[in-house]
Nanobody
Framework: QVSLVESGGGLVQAGDSLRLSCAAS????????RSWFRQAPGKEREFVAA????????AYADSVKGRFTISRDNAKNTVYLQMNGLKPEDTAVYYC?????????????????WGQGTQVTVSS
């Protein structure tokens, strides 16, 4: 059984930073890429960032490029999303997900495992 658990969300002001964590248990998910998606109220879920199994494999949505950084600690089976310069439009529930076929797919329907999400709220 696979489990993905996100943490680190909260209420911050514009310009602040947060670091989200996604801890995995069960299947050896350290061998697969992992991604972050987000869903704001009334909007579709959108891709945020992805990290592959190999070193240096990362991808970002244009809206977060230069502000967010995705990283992983394979020893802890955990992926992080460092979010700097947060904006009110970053407000959403952030989800961690695993795609066992394509580490950087930007389509949520391609993903096999999902966490429960963590709320990020950025006030202006």
């Amino acid at each position: 059984q696979v489990s993905l658990v996100e943490s680190g969300g909260g209420l911050v002001q514009a310009g602040d930073s947060l670091r989200l964590s996604c801890a995995a248990s069960g299947r050896a998910l350290s061998s697969y890429g992992r991604s972050w998606f987000r869903q704001a109220p009334g909007k579709e879920r959108e891709f945020v960032a992805a990290i592959g199994w190999g070193a240096g494999l990362t991808a970002y949505a244009d809206s977060v490029k230069g502000r967010f950084t995705i990283s992983r600690d394979n020893a802890k089976n955990t992926v992080y999303l460092q979010m700097n310069g947060l904006k009110p439009e970053d407000t959403a529930v952030y989800y961690c997900a695993v795609n066992i076929r394509a580490w950087n797919s930007r389509r949520d329907q391609d993903y096999d495992y999902w966490g429960q999400g963590t709320q990020v709220t950025v006030s202006s």
